[in-house]
């Protein structure tokens, strides 16, 4: 009796959310579904049909398709990679701090929490050739004779990388400090007994019990950073080579007003998150069993 | 015992180094918006603002709309992470403490949301808000900020009830409350520190948010601050300067909020991985 009414209670509460999720969600998910397999385009609203999967053909002979997804897959690997390791030196180096640690807290959050936009149009500032501090200070201490191009052709990239690894490495290390305060005292008072060296019980106690941590950043910061536009859209609006495959569907969608394309692109980078993920969830947890 | 020491200094000359890492390039935006624009291309650099100038800061508040952006801002925030958190606690509630049929179906809903690309579902999103007629007005904007933020509030929420002791509703019940009077009159007022850190992320989010405020608005005095200062710097239409103070103007909301609740933020970000 209670019973019954306890689940019907929880539909009456669930239902609102679900409802707006469904009827704002499910519509536009849905509809890039159904629109991918259609040659809408805005300019022509009269020739409009189903044509199948030849959008998803048309996708694969793209050179511009391959060349974004190659640029999106380097931007993801090498700054998840460096957010990775500077997020756990960091969380190592800020782990047991006693006195500061709000302002130490405070300080580490900054980057993360500013609007990308901000960050980027700040890092164009950084970064200008003429008037940038970052080509002022080499300059100053002797490193560099020139000022440096950091938005030009060869290093756009670069820039681009850096300016996200300084914003979103503070979300890893945030991460990983949480993952570094939920090991039990007590396994490094037995390490330190055992007369295990540093990099021993780095490597025996602290890294394994990590990893789930270590999974939950680089899941999330992977499927971000796949997805990136604003950074890069500012940046460098995609030119110099670091147009992502989010910013060539914005393209798409609403330079060319090619729906029928840009929602085929859609689906093909919702699934290749998707098998990213799984494949990555798959990946550590073959890595976390006792071998 | 000197060793010990020397490491000791290692550690805080480390820990020195990541905070400059942060902050420097945050300084330098605020050096630029308090020097003249004449002061940026000396060289070599002033690191300091001489003389320092508030110039740039009522200029940008002359300039176009921006008092209005920043209004749009703190209006389309405010109402997405209330009606955020309206949707969001009762089922979080429902799920972290009754018992719900097809749990795991609805948590995959709420999953399979939040991976979707943003960039997919404006297309969409914008015929339904033209058709409404709803462009350049706030629904168009808090409509979809709530969608993206339903499944993050619903995860942290849904967290934090699944830690309230299981007797609260129990005791409440038998004082002669109905199962809603126990959730608004007990579960919620307890939650308070729970709701305040969702409250603090979703407005974030909204404040941050660029994708979908740069294609759901059309007009100067429609759009909010990010979409504001791309196109500021974008453009070129303003001196550095300029583009500085009301890059400053657009954080301070944000850093005000990591000052008084940076434990709130940090505890969100990690209430999903703790166990």
């Not at chain 1, 680089?218 to 796949?226: I, K, P, Q």
């Not at chain 2, 905070?19 to 945050?26: G, S, T, W």
């Not at chain 2, 509703?169 to 002669?176: H, I, M, W, Y």
């Not at chain 2, 948010?209 to 303003?238: C, D, K, N, Q, Y």
Request: some cysteine; charged content about 15%; proline content about 6%.
């Amino acid at each position: 009796m209670i019973r019954r009414h306890e689940t019907r209670l929880a539909l009456w509460l669930l239902t609102p959310a679900l409802a707006f999720v469904i009827v704002l969600g499910a519509f536009p998910v849905c509809s890039q579904f159904v629109l991918s397999l259609t040659d809408l385009n805005l300019k022509f609203p009269a020739e409009q049909g189903f044509v199948g999967l030849s959008n998803f053909a048309r996708l694969l002979g793209d050179d511009a398709f391959w060349r974004d997804l190659g640029q999106t897959f380097t931007f993801t690997v090498v700054s998840v990679s460096l957010e990775l390791l500077l997020g756990l030196a960091i969380a190592l180096i800020l782990n047991n701090v006693i006195r500061g640690r709000t302002a130490m807290n405070s300080s580490i959050l900054m980057p993360w929490v500013l609007p990308t936009v901000v960050a980027a149009t700040m890092w164009s500032l950084l970064l200008n050739d003429r008037i940038g501090l970052v080509n002022s200070v080499l300059g100053r201490i002797g490193l560099t004779d020139a000022p440096i191009v950091w938005l030009g052709p060869r290093l756009a990239m670069t820039s681009v990388i850096l300016a996200d690894v300084w914003k979103t490495t503070p979300f890893v290390a945030i991460i990983l400090l949480a993952g570094l305060k939920s090991i039990p005292r007590q396994y490094y008072e037995a390490a330190e007994i055992d007369g295990a060296g540093r990099w021993a019980t780095f490597r025996a106690i602290t890294l394994p019990l990590l990893k789930p941590f270590i999974a939950v950043a680089v899941l999330f910061r992977a499927m971000d950073a796949f997805r990136i536009f604003d950074l890069i859209w500012v940046l460098t609006g995609g030119a110099s080579r670091t147009e992502t495959l989010s910013i060539y569907i914005y393209r798409v969608l609403f330079r060319y007003s090619d729906l029928g394309y840009g929602s085929a692109m859609t689906v093909a980078l919702f699934a290749i998150i998707f098998l990213m993920s799984l494949g990555l969830i798959r990946f550590m947890r073959l890595s976390s069993e006792p071998r | 015992m000197r060793r010990l020491r020397h490491g000791r200094i290692l550690l805080w000359l480390a820990r020195a180094l990541v905070v400059a890492a942060c902050l420097v390039p945050l300084y330098w935006i605020l050096n630029v918006s308090l020097s003249t624009s004449q002061a940026l291309y000396k060289t070599p650099l002033d690191y300091f603002p001489r003389p320092p100038t508030l110039e740039n800061f009522r200029a940008v508040f002359r300039v176009n709309q921006f008092p209005r952006n920043v209004l749009n801002s703190f209006v389309v925030a405010s109402l997405t992470t209330l009606l955020t958190l309206v949707l969001g606690s009762p089922a979080a509630y429902a799920l972290a403490r009754l018992r719900v049929r097809r749990k795991n179906v609805i948590l995959a809903t709420f999953l399979g949301l939040a991976i979707f690309p943003a960039i997919g579902m404006i297309g969409p999103l914008y015929i339904a808000m033209a058709r409404l007629a709803l462009i350049n007005r706030y629904p168009a904007l808090v409509l979809p900020y709530t969608l993206l933020s339903l499944p993050l509030a619903i995860w942290i929420l849904t967290q934090f009830f699944s830690t309230l002791p299981g007797s609260l509703e129990d005791a409440a019940l038998v004082d002669g409350c109905t199962p809603v009077q126990a959730f608004v009159r007990v579960i919620l007022p307890l939650s308070a520190p729970g709701l305040a850190t969702s409250a603090v992320l979703i407005f974030i989010f909204a404040w941050n948010e660029f994708l979908f405020a740069l294609i759901m608005t059309s007009t100067p005095e429609s759009r909010t601050v990010p979409v504001a200062l791309a196109l500021f710097a974008g453009l070129h239409e303003l001196p550095w300067a300029t583009i500085a103070a009301a890059t400053v103007v657009s954080v301070l909301p944000v850093l005000a909020l990591v000052a008084l609740f940076q434990r709130r933020i940090v505890e969100g970000l990690t209430s999903g991985v703790e166990r």
